[in-house]
């Protein structure tokens, strides 16, 4: 018996406890609201969505081929759409996710206008975004189960059995549009207290992964620019503790925790890391420091010194009182970061680089494979990399070091038009094509997402429109650019009363009114120029 059936049966038995006061509720049209609200809680959500990425983290592990995918979003109706798409076109949403992205937090939605990643916006903004994503995302379940009702209503009216059965198969298969989403908590919003406080938010919200960077809380910088300050890992160690208590506490024990590393770009740190003996994990951080040799005589007023070896070291102190690493040294910094957080419970890896190069990237999980043999990497395929440039230069590169004739191009300037019918250009793009794939298989990448790429999208969508509209296109701009477009490649959103709930709250009037229910969908309906039969009369 399906959940669907079984939910009729017992309304039905229900009704005959309580008699004739609730004659007028029909058992199947609570089965179906039931269907349509499958997720009471964001806690349900958190569990549900944990579970699948427990399943695929373990599917990587067996086949690298089987890698995930999420694309940033930060509105819930951006993400509503994006999965709407992806059932439409690939016909299941598996290994597909969600990313909430800080930058376009920061950028989009905080009560202070656009600001810059820094984490100067309103932490509660992260998980009020995670609840609205999923509110969305259940609603395209309502609407998309209630397109199914209505087609097995008209099946059954017009007596098409064989119809009306495979409807029915499609409701009890039905597959959610509910997904993880990997939430972005920043550096944790202040100390260790404060970023418990605010997973528990994240979490009770739906998020089933939380994002946390070892930056220093305070002085955040976006991952690809400059000025980043990064903390000794036993200050980070304790926020990948205050994550999961938060986890535990909820009752999410499979909760999953991404530790993001920002060594690579980071040049300074706050402050020394405590160390009790040669070669603990305090040490290994100071080891990194830019530092002179000096005497005891060297010593000025208010010096800080390091002795190791028999050796008295001075850190090199800047005048904001941070001290600096070594240059150079920012591999083995992400390195050493990722196995820590690994030995110390994180479950996936980020680390953010300065370009998309899977030599680099493979070269540190090689490394940290070593240790921790399967780690598994959440990748920024970011939009702050020039990727047309970065691969062209990759492929001139790669030309050369094959004693091949590269005279025809001038590497400063890949990025011209010019060249993007040659050779060069179709083999950096065919490896732009290829980049998710050949690096989930050679550098451990289960997670590919592109973090802003909606941000991006709705700028461009935006700039076409309005550069026809308010010329001399007028009314064709929309029409022909969008409208047109909505029709002849089914994008739901051209019926946009049907997408926002329309049809779905004229259902419900009927299951609450009856015949004397006031629908909007009558014939007057101008949403009905949208149907197939008056498209194909026209």
């Not at 790429?453 to 969008?482: E, I, N, R, W």
Request: charged share 25%; aromatic share 8%.
């Amino acid at each position: 018996m399906t959940v669907y059936q079984k939910d009729i049966e017992d309304i039905e038995a229900l009704k005959q406890q309580v008699g004739s006061s609730w004659d007028a509720i029909n058992p199947e049209s609570v089965a179906r609201m039931r269907a349509q609200n499958r997720f009471k809680t964001g806690l349900e959500i958190a569990q549900f969505t944990a579970d699948i990425m427990r399943k695929d983290m373990v599917e990587y592990d067996a086949d690298s081929s089987v890698y995930t995918q999420s694309l940033g979003v930060w509105h819930g109706f951006i993400g509503q759409q994006k999965m709407i798409s992806i059932k439409k076109h690939l016909k299941t949403t598996n290994k597909r996710y969600l990313y909430l992205s800080g930058w376009m937090v920061a950028a989009l939605r905080s009560e202070f206008g656009p600001l810059p990643d820094q984490s100067m916006h309103e932490k509660t903004t992260v998980p009020a975004l995670v609840e609205e994503i999923y509110t969305f995302l259940r609603q395209a379940d309502a609407r998309e189960l209630d397109l199914l009702f209505t087609g097995l209503d008209n099946a059954r009216i017009v007596g098409d059995d064989a119809r009306a059965a495979a409807i029915q198969t499609q409701i009890d298969n039905f597959e959610t549009h509910v997904v993880p989403i990997i939430a972005d908590i920043d550096a944790g919003f202040g100390n260790p207290e404060a970023t418990y406080l605010l997973a528990k938010k994240m979490i009770e919200a739906g998020a089933c992964a939380i994002q946390i960077e070892n930056q220093v809380s305070d002085e955040k910088q976006c991952g690809h620019q400059d000025g980043k300050v990064t903390v000794p890992h036993e200050d980070f160690i304790a926020k990948l503790n205050a994550v999961r208590y938060a986890f535990l506490e909820l009752g999410i024990e499979n909760g999953i925790i991404v530790s993001r590393t920002d060594s690579l770009g980071a040049g300074l740190t706050q402050k020394l890391a405590v160390t009790y003996q040669p070669g603990d994990l305090g040490d290994q951080y100071n080891s990194f420091l830019d530092v002179d040799e000096i005497t005891e005589a060297d010593l000025g007023n208010g010096d800080v010194v390091i002795k190791r070896g028999g050796k008295l070291l001075r850190p090199k102190r800047l005048a904001s009182n941070l001290f600096q690493f070594r240059a150079g040294t920012g591999e083995a910094r992400c390195v050493l970061d990722s196995i820590t957080s690994l030995q110390n419970g994180a479950d996936l890896l980020w680390i953010e680089t300065e370009k998309p190069h899977i030599g680099q990237i493979a070269g540190m999980m090689n490394e940290v494979r070593k240790a921790v043999p399967n780690a598994k990497l959440v990748y920024n395929n970011s939009p702050s990399f020039n990727w047309t440039l970065n691969f062209r230069q990759q492929a001139y590169d790669a030309l050369v070091a094959e004693g091949k004739d590269v005279s025809g191009y001038d590497r400063a300037k890949l990025m011209s038009i010019d060249y993007d019918e040659t050779e060069l250009a179709l083999n950096a793009d065919e490896n732009i094509r290829t980049f998710q794939r050949d690096s989930s298989k050679e550098a451990g990448i289960f997670h590919h997402l592109i973090t802003l790429p909606t941000y991006h999208t709705a700028a461009l969508s935006t700039d076409d429109l309005a550069k026809g509209y308010f010329a001399d296109q007028g009314m064709l701009a929309y029409v022909k650019g969008v409208q047109r477009r909505e029709i002849r490649e089914g994008i739901a959103t051209v019926k946009h009363q049907n997408m926002s709930g329309s049809d779905l709250g004229d259902n419900h009037k009927e299951y609450f009114a009856g015949a004397a229910a006031l629908k909007a969908g009558g014939v007057n309906n101008t949403s009905n120029q949208f149907d197939e039969p008056a498209l194909s009369s026209r």
